[in-house]
Each structure stands twice: as structure tokens, then as C-alpha cells.
């Protein structure tokens, strides 16, 4: 069963369409119309579905209700949001068992990628200034207040007695990004010291630094929270995850790795759904909405590294960028990725498996 989480004052997602569909079953008593359904635009009200990744929940839960109050504004339609957050691949794997979210936003491209796959998602979502991005941040290293392990990057995960937390990558998309940037460090060094991006040698420096992990939680804020109870040492994480944290006066320090990954967070329309809802017009204005200057900057309050050009000059200071950050691209690309380090033969499950 799925994880939902609603607020108290948002009714049943289906209230008002029950009417609609009520209405029209009448309709056809005298009729035999084949006209379309009405959209939501036509009525009273308005509902919206947002399935969403599970680190993305705190800045959401704040821009929602500034979403609804504009729509109403705008429109005079109130409009009730239904949300629910999961990890990553979770989510996306919910959304093509039956979850009928309207908007998705997930981890990593290839769990969009996944629901377009199955035929949910008929435009191309990447056609956007952000190439359908809708936030960034870069992998990590948490650790206690005052770093009393003196950890100082990739390399001292690697050394004994150092418990270190990341969540499972079979679930979680942040999981993903924490390996890739630990695998593509690991490339990084191999070219240092050998010349080549050498992918065995990356291998093994996984390896060294996944024979000190404590637990493989099931989404990256399962991990936080495992963390915020007291296991492990370190943590790999995303940095706004501790941003938030620290804002909340939670006591961590952050540790950027020279060499770490940048993380596109992606959102995208779920087309079959809103078809199916008769909501495009309210889809597509809170799309929108996420991405303005207002809401990018809800996004930074909370950690993220905005796509929107205007709000990621007027808070780069606040960011650092670390000398060898690299991007999915460095790595060959998400296809090539997943061939590579998660399938059933790929690199990180030969790592599971001490091969």
C-alpha cells in the first residue's frame, strides 16, 4: 500500500468528478452524444494529483497551499491537491500500477522515463528551458556536529571502523545519484593516478567504501531519518537534505567532496491521467508555477540549487561548486548508466555481491 499523505483540509480526490460523471450519465438518457467530457475549468472546483519523490515533501507542502490560493485568485475555482511521496522509483512504479497522479516529480530522469515508457507521458517532457528539470543539488558527506571523525572526503569512507549510511538504489532514486557520484569519484581518481577513467578501478573503490555502510534504507529520507536517530557516522546524501536540516537547527556539518555529482531533479505531466481528469488547465499552470522565480525560491529556502537563471544568480553564494564536480553526462549518460551499474550483471550489483 502506498504511502498517501494528505492534508486535513483536502477532500477525497474524486468528489467533485463524481458529479461530473453523474451529470453526464443523465445527459445520455436523452442523448447519444459523443462529445467529451467537460473539463474542471467548467465547474466550481478543481483537483489535482502530485505523486512525488520523497526529499522533495517539505518545500512541496509549502508551496501547495501558496499554489491553491493563486489559483483561486486567478480563477475563483477552489482547488483541492491530493499528494503523496515515496521514494523515487517507488513513486514511479505506483504511477504505472494505478496511482492517477497529474504531475510527477522524481529523483532522477529515468523514473519519468519509466512512466513515459508505459504510455502515461505522450509529449516530450524535456522540451523546457530546464530540459524538464525542476531543481538541482549535488551528492554530500553528513556528518556528526563538529566532525569528530574529521572526515574530509570520498577517501575516508573507505577507512575501518567508519559506519556510513546511504539508502538502497533498487528503491531509491537519491541512492543512485549518491553511487554515481561515489563510482564517478572513483573514475576521477583512476585518471589521476593510472591516466584512464578505469571502470574496474572504480569498482573496487565502490567496493571499499559499501563494505562500511551500515544500512541500505529505503528512500533517501528514511536514510536521514535512520541517520537523525544516531546510526552510522556519515551520511551520503543530497546537500539540500542537510541544508533543511541544519536550517531547522538540527547540529550537522557538510562535507563537499572535490570531486562529487550535480543532481537534476525532474517533474513532468502525466498526460494519461489528466486526460482522464479533464485538469490540463490546472496541470499545466501549477508546471509553470513550480518554476517561476516565486516558487524556485521556496525551492532554495529549502536547499535546492534552482534551475530558474534569475534565483540561481541572486543565490550563488550560497552554494559552493566544488573544483571536480561532473555531471550524469561524465558517466555516459542515464542510459547508459543504468546498462552499466544496475542491471541485473552491472557494476553496483557485483558490488552487493563481492565479485
Known sequence: MWDYVFNARKRKIYSGIVGLLVAAMLAGCSSNSTEPEPSQAAYGEATLV????????????????????????????????EESYEASGTQARAIIGGFEADVAIMAMEGDIDLIENAGFITHD???TASQGMLTRSIVVLGTREGNPLNIQGWDDLTEKGVKVLYPNPKTSGGAQWDINAMFGAGLKQAEEKLGTADQQYAKEYLK?????VESLDKSGRASMAAFEYGVGDVIVTYENELLARIAKGVNYDIVIPEETILIENPIALVDKHIEQHGNRQVAEAFYKYLLSEEAQRIFVKHGFRAVDEVVAAESKDKYTVPEGLFDISYLGGWDKVREELYSKRGIWYQVLADL
Open 125 to 127: 517532457w524535456r522540451d
Open 50 to 81: 502530485v505523486g512525488a519523490y520523497s526529499v522533495a515533501k517539505d518545500a512541496l507542502q509549502e508551496l501547495l497551499p501558496m499554489f491553491e490560493e493563486k489559483w483561486k485568485a486567478e480563477t475563483g475555482q477552489s482547488l483541492h491537491i
Open 208 to 212: 571499499k567504501i559499501h563494505a562500511n
